[in-house]
């Protein structure tokens, strides 16, 4: 998808506040009429904060970043479901994208394969473009077992829900070892597993690239952004610390 604009989305995880979504639209708001970045830009929020993030962007005259969600649920429309938060809850809170299979759902909450393919349909039913997560462990890496593991993530996902759910959404290449650690993955190692997740969008369909783009996640922070950003088949990041404070993330997509 290069010749587009880079898109980087925020993923907060369990962090923030209600004054922190607002703050946040503030500081970011005042940056931007400095100079809009570079790259598009979306924050994905804990459920609660959603509806004041909307609010705040919109007062900020911010209506062109994109708000969205962390997690939904596999279920459609509403019932007996404590706890869940549907789709279409999500829209009606002002979400337009959503993350979906983060590695920390995959390996503390059983998220599966299965769970995603149903979590981007429902998303896709309400018009909320996915960002779908794989990537691998540090001894799936060291065992040269990376590509297999991410393309039969990848491949699980295309073959289960087809690409017009995942059309103007995104999977994100986030290893494992390199989330939160301070340490993103080297260009070398990303470039490659990038290549191949695009390989196995053409594979899927022909026009593939140009409705789904390859995020990288993983310790982006603006010091390293401009470099990932610029790699080949790199059309955006997924950033999880470096998007609470507005500033950095600020910093980030002016790299776009
Ligand atoms: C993430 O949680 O998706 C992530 C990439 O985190 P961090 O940027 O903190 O490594």
């Known amino acids: ?3 587009r604009s880079s898109l980087v ?6 962090n923030g506040s209600l004054a922190l979504a607002e703050n946040w639209a503030k ?5 931007w009429r400095q100079a809009a970045p570079a790259a598009e830009a979306g924050l994905c929020v804990p459920s609660v904060f959603l509806d004041r993030l909307v609010r705040s962007l919109r007062a900020e005259g911010l209506e062109a970043v994109e ?3 962390e997690d939904v649920s596999v279920r459609e429309g509403s019932g007996a479901f404590t706890g ?3 789709a279409s809850m999500l829209r009606d809170a002002g979400a337009r994208l959503c993350i979906v299979g983060h590695s920390e759902r995959r390996t503390l909450f059983g998220e599966s394969n299965a769970s995603v393919v149903l979590k981007v349909k429902a998303l896709a039913a309400q018009g909320i473009r996915p960002i779908v997560c794989v990537g691998e462990t540090r001894e799936e890496r060291e065992a040269g077992r990376t590509s297999e593991v991410i393309l039969a993530q990848v491949r699980a996902v295309l073959g289960g829900c087809g690409i017009e759910s995942l059309a103007g959404g995104a999977f994100a290449y986030e290893p494992l070892w390199a989330i939160g650690s301070g340490a993103a993955a080297s260009l070398e190692q990303i470039e490659p597993v990038h290549a191949a997740i695009r390989a196995a969008l053409c594979e899927a369909d022909a026009g593939a690239s140009e409705k789904v783009r390859v995020l990288y996640g993983g310790s982006v922070k603006p010091a390293n952004a401009a470099a990932i950003l610029a790699l080949p088949h790199v059309d955006g990041a997924l950033v999880g610390g470096a998007s609470l404070k507005a500033e950095s993330f600020y910093g980030i997509c002016a790299c776009g």
């Open 84 to 86: 869940e938060v549907s």
């Open 9 to 14: 989305v925020g993923n907060w995880k369990m």
């Open 1 to 3: 998808m290069k010749g």
């Open 67 to 69: 708000p969205g969600a």
């Open 27 to 31: 500081e970011f708001a005042a940056l």
